[in-house]
């Protein structure tokens, strides 16, 4: 072969081994560009946009019974960009139950519950608005479950007057969890050490790179059965059933629609439709009354945009790593179905 010949060759070579490495650098580069963008951008659509979209609801002109969608987990508002209007809003919520107190027009509220239930706080918090507002009204508050009506969902349906539920629905886990994520073993296999400057021995307790104590699983122990107890007592005011037989349904374990109405926690099966008539029926509305549920509608253009373009950022090990220790276990007292 001759000499201008392999020249030619190798270069030709390094050019596309420059050209295949230029090309991995530019998608690896604009995939960083592209995420720190949306990121920015979802933020800076949080703060200019988050507050406004949450907060106030236009009522109807019109008698209505007011619709609360307790959809997906109970816990803080979605005031993101990337939030889902479909999801639940619970400041959204609270704002709701409180234009629909002062509201003439408002006759009447439905909880609409397709959840696995969420956060102790807000569902106590949301609990306790309801019977404001039955105490301050005098209204009816029904519930319809859907697919599911655990734990937070339950908890909060129990300022229900009454309660449908759709014949496959699972209900109850009526319990309280702490989940954490104990990473110490990882930590020690990759030579990681978490060292943690505190002002008492429990002060880092739960943290990700240290086992807990048993003075620790006793301390959160106590606050599982302190929530455990007041949803026990949540169950037996608002189903009129003494503690013995309350406690010995919430174990935790999930119910059919069928075991759940022998067992008085719900009253009765049958579709939404079926709810919202006999609610109409009760409550001595004009059959055209409206239903209206708030809907936050920028948000849920921000969603289809934006939320797109999150959906097809690949997570790296790391992240997903991240979402387990700061999503799955982080310590966070909930009423909720595994």
Same mark, same amino acid.
Request: proline share 1%.
């Given at each position: 072969?001759?000499? #201008? !010949?392999? &020249?030619?060759?190798?270069?030709?070579?390094?050019?596309?081994?420059?050209?295949?490495?230029?090309?991995?650098?530019?998608?690896?580069?604009?995939?960083? *560009?592209?995420? #720190?963008?949306?990121?920015?951008?979802?933020?800076?659509?949080?703060?200019?946009? @988050?507050?406004?979209?949450?907060?106030? *609801?236009?009522?109807?002109?019109?008698?209505?019974? @007011?619709?609360?969608?307790?959809?997906?987990?109970?816990?803080?508002?979605?005031?993101?960009?990337? @939030?889902?209007?479909?999801?639940?809003?619970?400041?959204?919520?609270?704002?709701? &139950?409180?234009?629909?107190?002062?509201?003439?027009?408002?006759?009447?509220?439905?909880?609409?519950?397709?959840?696995?239930?969420?956060? *102790?706080? !807000?569902?106590?918090?949301?609990?306790?608005?309801?019977?404001?507002?039955?105490?301050?009204?005098?209204?009816?508050?029904?519930?319809?479950?859907?697919? !599911?009506?655990?734990?937070?969902?339950?908890?909060?349906?129990?300022?229900?007057?009454?309660?449908?539920?759709?014949?496959?629905?699972?209900?109850?886990?009526?319990?309280?969890?702490?989940?954490?994520?104990?990473?110490?073993?990882?930590?020690?296999?990759?030579?990681?050490?978490?060292?943690?400057?505190?002002?008492?021995?429990?002060?880092?307790?739960?943290?990700?790179?240290?086992?807990?104590?048993?003075?620790?699983? @006793?301390?959160?122990?106590?606050?599982?059965?302190?929530?455990?107890?007041?949803? *026990?007592?949540?169950?037996?005011?608002?189903?009129?059933?003494?503690?013995?037989?309350?406690?010995?349904?919430?174990?935790?374990?999930?119910?059919?629609?069928?075991?759940?109405?022998?067992?008085?926690?719900?009253?009765?099966?049958?579709?939404?439709?079926?709810?919202?008539?006999?609610?109409?029926?009760?409550?001595?509305?004009?059959?055209?009354?409206?239903?209206?549920?708030?809907?936050?509608?920028?948000?849920?253009?921000?969603?289809?945009?934006?939320?797109?373009?999150?959906?097809?950022?690949?997570?790296?090990?790391?992240?997903?790593?991240?979402?387990?220790?700061?999503?799955?276990?982080?310590?966070?007292?909930?009423?909720?179905?595994?």
């Amino acid at each position: 072969m001759k000499t #201008k !010949q392999l &020249i030619g060759i190798i270069v030709t070579g390094i050019v596309v081994i420059a050209v295949g490495i230029t090309g991995v650098a530019s998608n690896v580069i604009a995939g960083k *560009v592209l995420e #720190k963008t949306t990121k920015e951008t979802s933020s800076f659509l949080e703060d200019f946009v @988050g507050s406004t979209i949450e907060s106030k *609801v236009t009522l109807p002109a019109e008698e209505f019974i @007011g619709v609360i969608n307790i959809v997906g987990e109970i816990g803080e508002s979605a005031s993101s960009a990337w @939030g889902d209007s479909g999801q639940y809003n619970h400041n959204l919520y609270m704002n709701y &139950i409180e234009q629909m107190e002062n509201s003439s027009l408002n006759k009447g509220i439905l909880l609409y519950v397709d959840s696995p239930g969420g956060a *102790v706080y !807000q569902s106590d918090e949301l609990y306790l608005k309801l019977m404001e507002y039955k105490e301050v009204t005098n209204r009816p508050v029904w519930a319809y479950f859907a697919s !599911q009506a655990c734990s937070g969902g339950y908890y909060i349906a129990m300022a229900a007057d009454k309660i449908y539920a759709n014949r496959n629905c699972w209900t109850g886990s009526i319990g309280v969890i702490i989940s954490l994520v104990n990473c110490k073993d990882l930590y020690d296999k990759l030579g990681i050490k978490e060292i943690d400057i505190t002002s008492g021995k429990n002060k880092a307790m739960g943290s990700s790179g240290l086992d807990l104590t048993e003075e620790q699983y @006793g301390i959160l122990q106590s606050l599982v059965d302190e929530a455990y107890d007041q949803f *026990v007592e949540i169950v037996c005011d608002g189903r009129g059933m003494d503690e013995k037989t309350v406690r010995s349904l919430a174990d935790g374990r999930l119910y059919s629609a069928l075991q759940a109405k022998e067992k008085r926690m719900i009253d009765e099966i049958g579709s939404l439709e079926d709810g919202k008539l006999a609610m109409i029926s009760e409550a001595g509305c004009d059959g055209d009354i409206l239903f209206f549920a708030p809907e936050s509608s920028v948000k849920g253009l921000f969603s289809t945009v934006f939320g797109a373009v999150k959906d097809i950022m690949p997570k790296s090990e790391v992240e997903l790593a991240t979402d387990i220790v700061e999503n799955k276990g982080n310590g966070v007292l909930k009423y909720y179905a595994k």
